[in-house]
T-cell receptor, first 113, second 115 residues
């Protein structure tokens, strides 16, 4: 079983829909949680970052972390066709002196006009 | 003004060959990484260097050897290539070893196909 689980999708939604992307994890040492977006044939780029539990909002994007359930979410409001990409969650334990990110397998999102 | 660049972008080679992938970053970062992304999009860290010192060395066949001539460069040499080495290899960089400096910047990837 992988340390980080993520539904690979694809998740198909119409433009304007609210999208919910999720990851579960097993390692309770994870403290830093990130969402990366990866367009086809490109490298991942950081979207959102949260530390420990709680919510963080940035424009149309909201990241939530529930450490008690070992569950993190990314919500996208008013989704656009340009949001079509693979979304990777990533996490890292706090007590390492280096940034060893553990990634989920990514969820492919398709937003149709 | 590319931040993290990799060469080549595509690499097609036969089993048994030796090949290298080069990575350069112009962000002034001191930490660089190599990741492997398989056909199912699973991205897994292989190596990390901080100031030319190897700090992450995951369970990777010793046919893979990273080399960091300076802070801005991290190369990956692969000996005796196997079919299972086919994947996209991403280089990334970040500033600092502390998790507080979290953002890793990724290159465009090198798509390796072993036939």
């Amino acid at each position: 079983q992988k340390e980080v689980e993520q539904d690979p999708g694809p998740l198909s939604v119409p433009e304007g829909a609210i999208v919910s992307l999720n990851c579960t994890y097993s390692n309770s040492a994870f403290q830093y949680f990130m969402w990366y977006r990866q367009y086809s044939r490109k490298g991942p780029e950081l979207l959102m970052y949260t530390y420990s539990s709680g919510n963080k909002e940035d424009g149309r994007f909201t990241a939530q972390v529930d450490k008690s359930s070992k569950y993190i979410s990314l919500f996208i409001r008013d989704s656009q066709p340009s949001d079509s990409a693979t979304y990777l969650c990533a996490m890292s334990p706090m007590n390492t002196g280096f940034q060893k990110l553990v990634f989920g397998t990514g969820t492919r999102l398709l937003v149709s006009p | 003004d590319t931040a993290v660049s990799q060469t080549p972008k595509y690499l097609v080679t036969q089993m048994g060959n030796d090949k290298s992938i080069k990575c350069e970053q112009n962000l002034g970062h001191d930490t660089m990484y190599w990741y492997k992304q398989d056909s199912k999009k699973f991205l897994k860290i292989m190596f990390s260097y901080n100031n030319k010192e190897l700090i992450i060395n995951e369970t990777v066949p010793n046919r893979f050897s990273p080399k960091s001539p300076d802070k801005a460069h991290l190369n990956l040499h692969i000996n005796s290539l196997e079919l299972g080495d086919s994947a996209v290899y991403f280089c990334a960089s970040s500033q600092g070893r502390r998790a507080a400096n979290y953002e890793q910047y990724f290159g465009p990837g090198t798509r390796l196909t072993v036939t």
